[in-house]
């Protein structure tokens, strides 16, 4: 291994880690031997993922905590449980987001449609995929720049934190124009705002050697449904979807010496699509 991309006696906090890029994620950064502190609402899962985790790096060192990234109060108890038990956190992915289906629908009415689009969903949704950065960045990135040890911030947003949706992917046959399901306004805005973030952090803890950065992936392929597929195919120069573990060796570069001189970027991997 290049010993730039060696994490070893590095510690990593993952927030929303129990999903399919925080699985991903965890992968990575165990192969650059980080230890691990994987954190999540769904406590039962992190569960399932550290045994599976260990059955590939049996060596490695993991723990878990549930979190809930929209709390303050569950941050900072999780800050306080991490340094009475002496780890202090060289690096932070803010991951945890919700990703609500499109044919989130009662009927035939889509309740994605920006038009009836839920206030309390709004609200709630933000609060995971955006708050929850800002939150996790103030406790653990000031602490960061505090002990003054240099760290890493990553956040990752998507490909439509710089294009917009086309809603046309998701359109079905014998469906009104005005019912037809859409990618929610909430995931553009989230995305988006995450890339503000990102720049905002990475120059704010100036002489501290704190970076920040964001990855925004295109989308990956989880057996959708064929007709989707092949729409949002065409729309990639390269004409395929991402595979989940294509990401992995960009989670390593970000968190790494590798890219030591990268501040403030917004990493775009999406086979293409943004530049066409």
Partial sequence: MNEKFNLKNKTALITGAAGLLGEEHALALLSSNCNLILTDIQFRKLKELKKFLLSQYSDSNIRIFELDVTSKSSILRLHEQLQQLGININI??????????????????????????????????????????????????????????????????????????????????????????????????????????????????????????????????TSQPDDFVIKLSNLIPLGRMAKKDEYRAAIQFLCSDASSYMNGHNLVIDGGRSIW
């Fill in 92 to 221: 932070l992915i803010n991951n945890a987001a919700l990703n609500p289906k499109v044919e989130k629908n009662h009927g035939n009415k889509s309740f994605t449609r920006f038009e009836s689009f839920d206030l309390e969903d709004w609200n709630l949704e933000l609060a995971v995929g955006l708050t929850g950065a800002f939150l996790c960045s103030q406790v653990f990135g000031s602490d960061m720049a505090k002990k003054r040890k240099g760290g890493c911030i990553l956040n990752i947003a998507s490909d439509l934190s710089v294009i917009a949706p086309d809603q046309r992917i998701y359109m079905k046959d014998k469906i009104e124009p005005e019912n037809q399901a859409v990618k929610p306004v909430t995931y553009s805005v989230i995305k988006t705002g995450l890339v503000g973030l990102t720049k905002y952090l990475a120059t704010y803890w100036i002489g501290s050697n704190i970076r920040c950065n964001s990855l925004s992936p295109g989308g990956i392929y």
